[in-house]
Structures are given as structure tokens and as C-alpha cells.
Nanobody
Framework: QVQLVESGGGLVQAGGSLRLSCAAS????????MIWYRQAPGKQREWVAS???????NYADSVKGRFTISRDNAKNTVYLEMNSLKSEDTAVYYC?????WGQGTQVTVSS
């Protein structure tokens, strides 16, 4: 049974930083691409960043240069370091592996 558990969300002022974590279990973590999505109120869920099993990263244009995705295969955990946060980054952030979603963690950026 695959489980993805996000943590690290919260309330932060614009310009601040947060680091999200997603702990995975029930999968061969090191062999899987790991992906972060987000969903703002009233909007569709959108892709934020992904990291391949080999460590290749990709980012949405809206977060490029501000967010960094990384993984620790020894801890079965993927991270999303978010810097220079803007009010438009306010959303529920979800960890995703094909076929499975985490429960999400709320990020609120106050202006």
C-alpha cells in the first residue's frame, strides 16, 4: 500500500521561505519519479516540479528560480524548498507518484 505524507506547510509572509517534505512508503522510492502539484482556491491543480529517479529536475515557469525539488533516497523523502514566496503561491501542495496522491499540505503566503 502506497502512502505519501506531506508536511512543512504553514503561514509565511511574502518573500519568506518554507520547505515541504513528502515521506513515501510502500514503493521502491529510488526508482520512481516524484512530483509536486499545487491547487489554489477556485483553480485547477497544477504541476509545480518533478525529480526523476536519476535526479533530473523540472520546474513550472511560475516557480523556476525560486523553488528547488530534491530527494533523499535513504529516507524515502522528497523535498520542495520554496524561497521568495509570493501571495500567488498560496495553495494546497500535493506530493504525487503516478497513481497515488498525498493528502496535501496548506501553504499560505500573506502579502
Amino acid at each position: 500500500q502506497v502512502q505519501l505524507v506531506e508536511s512543512g506547510g504553514g503561514l509565511v509572509q511574502a518573500g519568506g521561505s518554507l520547505r515541504l517534505s513528502c515521506a513515501a512508503s510502500g514503493i521502491m522510492f529510488s526508482r520512481n519519479v516524484m512530483i509536486w502539484y499545487r491547487q489554489a482556491p477556485g483553480k485547477q491543480r497544477e504541476w509545480v516540479a518533478s525529480i526523476s529517479s536519476g535526479g533530473i529536475t523540472n520546474y513550472a515557469d511560475s516557480v523556476k528560480g525560486r523553488f528547488t525539488i530534491s530527494r533523499d533516497n535513504a529516507k524515502n523523502t522528497v523535498y520542495l524548498e520554496m524561497n521568495s514566496l509570493k501571495s500567488e503561491d498560496t495553495a494546497v501542495y500535493y506530493c504525487y507518484i503516478p497513481g497515488n496522491w498525498g493528502q496535501g499540505t496548506q501553504v499560505t503566503v500573506s502579502s
